[in-house]
C-alpha cells in the first residue's frame, strides 16, 4: 500500500484556504475582546470531539474555530491581522490554553510545573461541564441578594447558583464577588438562560491574586464597567518594554454585559486549581449603598479609555519622531566624520608647505649627547679665546682623577 507524503506545496496549500477568523466565529471586525471569547465558546462547544465523535467535517471545524481564536485573542497578533491580513500572525505557542479536565496526571503535573515556572498557561472551562450547563442537567442553589455562602468545589467541577432580583434591585445595581483565602485559582462565571431551560456561558472572570486572597468579581451597575488584566500583554513588555508602555491598556476591555434586569440569573464557581480542590467564599449583593463608589470607578474608567485613546496618537507621534531622531544622530555621526577627515587633510597640506630640506636623524647623537654638548661649548671658549688648551687638559684630566688614582693604588700593591 502506497505511503502518502504531505508535499510543503499542500502544506501552504491547506494555509492559504484558512478563511478570515471573524467569518469563522461569525463576528463582526471591531468585536471586544469578550464577543471573540463569547462567539468561540459557543462554536467550540458545537463543535467539540467529544460531542461530535467520528464527525471528520466537525473535528476540522473545530480546528478552524480554534485557530482563528488563537487569532483575534491575542492583541498583537489580532493588530498584525488586522493590519496585514495574513494568517501567519497566528499564534506563538507563547501562551498555552488548556482543559485541565481533558488531561491526564501526567500532562497536568507538567502544566503545573511550567505554570510554576512562570509560563502563563491559559485555562478554560470543562467542554463537558458547558455541554451539560447548555443541556439543563446542572444544579443550582437559589441564593438572595445579600446573602454570603462558603463553600469547597472540586477542580474543574462547578457549583451553580442562582439569584431572582426585582425591578428595584435590578435599577440599584448588582455586585458578585467570590474570594478565596487560600488564594485558590478559580473563575467567576454568569450564563444566559436559553428558551429550552439551558444555561450558555456568557461572561467569565479569573481570579487574581490581591495580597493575601485570591479574587474575581462582576460589577452590573447600567454603565459600562471594565476588566483589566496586566498579564495579557506581559510577553510584549518582557520583550520589547517601548512596545510593552503603548499596548498596557489594549487589555482594557469593557464587560459585555452592563445590567441584569429583573428576573433569575445564574452565577458559578469553577474550580481551577491543578490539583486541589478550591476553598471560596461568595456574595451577591445591591450596589446601592456604594453610589459614591460607582461614579468614582466611572469618572476613573472613562479617564483610562480617554488615555488608552491618546496613547494610541502617542504612539503613532512618538514613532515618527523617534524616525527622525535616528536619522538626524545617523546624519549628525556622517557629519562630525567628514569634518574630521577635512581638517585632518587640511593639516597634511598646510605641513606640505616648506622649502627646508628634510631632516636627517643620526642615530649616534643619543649616545655621546652630554660629550658633544661639552665640546661644542669648550671650542667655542677656546675661539674666544677664554680657555687655554693648558686649561682644556685641566678638564680633561679632572674628568679622569679616579682613574689615576686606581693606577697609583695599583703601583704601590
Not at 468585536?31 to 468561540?40: F, G, R
Not at 496526571?105 to 498557561?121: D, P, Y
Not at 459585555?256 to 461568595?282: M, Q
Request: aromatic share 10%; with cysteine.
Amino acid at each position: 500500500m502506497p505511503t502518502h507524503h504531505t508535499s510543503e506545496k499542500e502544506v501552504a496549500g491547506e494555509d492559504e484556504l484558512r478563511r478570515n477568523p471573524y467569518e469563522v466565529l461569525g463576528i463582526p471586525t471591531n468585536s471586544t475582546d469578550q464577543e471573540i471569547k463569547s462567539a468561540y465558546r459557543r462554536m467550540a462547544l458545537r463543535y467539540h470531539p467529544d460531542k461530535n465523535p467520528n464527525d471528520p467535517v466537525a473535528a476540522d471545524m473545530f480546528k478552524e474555530v480554534t485557530f482563528a481564536y488563537d487569532v483575534l485573542s491575542d492583541p498583537e497578533n489580532r493588530r498584525q491581522y488586522d493590519t496585514t491580513g495574513s494568517e501567519a500572525a497566528g499564534p506563538e505557542n507563547e501562551d498555552l490554553e488548556l482543559d485541565l479536565s481533558s488531561l491526564g496526571a501526567v500532562n497536568t503535573m507538567f502544566a503545573a510545573l511550567f505554570n510554576k515556572l512562570g509560563v502563563q498557561i491559559k485555562t478554560t472551562v470543562s467542554a463537558n461541564l458547558l455541554n451539560e450547563a447548555l443541556n439543563g442537567v446542572v444544579t443550582t442553589l437559589p441564593l438572595g441578594v445579600g446573602q454570603v455562602v462558603s463553600r469547597k468545589v472540586e477542580k474543574q467541577s462547578a457549583h451553580f447558583y442562582s439569584v431572582t432580583l426585582s425591578e428595584e434591585e435590578s435599577q440599584a445595581g448588582l455586585i458578585c464577588k467570590v474570594q478565596s483565602s487560600a488564594k485558590n485559582k478559580f473563575k467567576l462565571l454568569y450564563f444566559d438562560q436559553e428558551e429550552s431551560g439551558g444555561l450558555r456561558l456568557a461572561l467569565q472572570e479569573d481570579s487574581r491574586k490581591t495580597g493575601k486572597l485570591s479574587t474575581a468579581g462582576l460589577y452590573f451597575f447600567g454603565f459600562p464597567v471594565y476588566r483589566f488584566d496586566p498579564r495579557v500583554n506581559s510577553r510584549a513588555l518582557s520583550r520589547d518594554p517601548e512596545t510593552g508602555f503603548f499596548k498596557r491598556l489594549d487589555a482594557f476591555q469593557p464587560l459585555e454585559i452592563t445590567e441584569l434586569k429583573a428576573g433569575t440569573h445564574v452565577f458559578a464557581v469553577y474550580g481551577d486549581n491543578f490539583f486541589k480542590s478550591v476553598s471560596y467564599t461568595l456574595e451577591i449583593f445591591s450596589s446601592a449603598p456604594f453610589a459614591n463608589e460607582k461614579e468614582t470607578l466611572r469618572s476613573t474608567e472613562t479617564q483610562i479609555v480617554s488615555k488608552r485613546t491618546e496613547l494610541l496618537k502617542f504612539e503613532s507621534e512618538y514613532h515618527e519622531v523617534f524616525s527622525q531622531f535616528t536619522e538626524m544622530a545617523s546624519k549628525c555621526a556622517g557629519e562630525v566624520q567628514e569634518i574630521d577627515e577635512l581638517l585632518k587633510r587640511r593639516n597634511e597640506i598646510c605641513a606640505s608647505y616648506t622649502t627646508f630640506p628634510p631632516t636627517k636623524q643620526n642615530s649616534s647623537k643619543s649616545w655621546g649627547k652630554g660629550k658633544s654638548k661639552k665640546s661644542s661649548l669648550l671650542m667655542e671658549a677656546r675661539e674666544e679665546g677664554e680657555v687655554t688648551i693648558r686649561e682644556e687638559n685641566v678638564v680633561e684630566k679632572k674628568k679622569k682623577w679616579y682613574s689615576i688614582q686606581l693606577r697609583q693604588d695599583k703601583k704601590k700593591t
